[in-house]
T-cell receptor, first 109, second 112 residues
Framework: GIQVEQSPPDLILQEGANSTLRCNFS?????LQWFHQNPWGQLINLFY???GTKQNGRLSATTVATERYSLLYISSSQTTDSGVYFC???????????FGAGTTVTVRA | DAGVIQSPRHEVTEMGQEVTLRCKPI?????LFWYRQTMMRGLELLIY????????DSGMPEDRFSAKMPNASFSTLKIQPSEPRDSAVYFC??????????FGPGTRLTVT
């Protein structure tokens, strides 16, 4: 069936390290978003990126729609980057976001 | 813009009581979504409104759950009667059709 798969499920980083999170999806998409759920439970929009590359400070994302994957890069990680990162996609001919299971990131000082 | 507004932020109630959660979407957004998040099931879509009309309520777990959107700036999710297994964080999100969704801060519901 239609799926959104994220890897790795868990990631432990030392402050200052770089990391890459991956999202694979099983069909063509209208929309792809990355969210950060912080330790207080808030879901924060990081990127709206159905294709191409975007950067926002220490974060950047790339979606290769033809190969059905997206990558989220965290550079020079900080403890405030801890939380769960979700990839969510809106498949073609759909209206709702399908969420991956998330990657739990822990950044240690 | 203030973003998506939800109230209350926390709700503790006893089993059998009625619970009403409220949401004000971002002005100009015509799509509204209610989600539920639990450790076991992750984020689940409960219901989707477009232009105030419920389009898909297949995610509503049972008849105890109902949702309304009387106008473009207000929606409610009601649980009657509530049960302990309804304990979760309930999120409201809104979007302009075809654009990114923005989530509210959530309502943490505890049913004892």
């Amino acid at each position: 069936g239609i799926q959104v798969e994220q890897s790795p499920p868990d990631l432990i980083l030392q402050e200052g390290a770089n990391s890459t999170l991956r999202c694979n999806f099983s069909d063509s998409v209208n929309n792809l978003q990355w969210f950060h759920q912080n330790p207080w439970g808030q879901l924060i929009n990081l990127f709206y990126i159905p294709s191409g590359t975007k950067q926002n400070g220490r974060l950047s994302a790339t979606t290769v729609a033809t190969e059905r994957y997206s990558l989220l890069y965290i550079s020079s990680s900080q403890t405030t980057d801890s939380g769960v990162y979700f990839c969510a996609v809106e498949f073609i001919n759909d209206y709702k976001l399908s969420f991956g299971a998330g990657t739990t990131v822990t950044v240690r000082a | 813009d203030a973003g998506v507004i939800q109230s209350p932020r926390h709700e503790v109630t006893e089993m059998g009581q009625e619970v009403t959660l409220r949401c004000k979407p971002i002005s100009g957004h015509n799509s509204l979504f209610w989600y539920r998040q639990t450790m076991m099931r992750g984020l689940e879509l409960l219901i989707y409104f477009n232009n105030n009309v419920p389009i898909d309520d297949s995610g509503m777990p049972e008849d105890r759950f109902s949702a309304k959107m009387p106008n473009a700036s207000f929606s409610t999710l009601k649980i009657q009667p509530s049960e302990p297994r309804d304990s979760a964080v309930y999120f409201c999100a809104s979007s302009a059709r075809g654009h990114e969704q923005y989530f509210g801060p959530g309502t943490r519901l505890t049913v004892t």
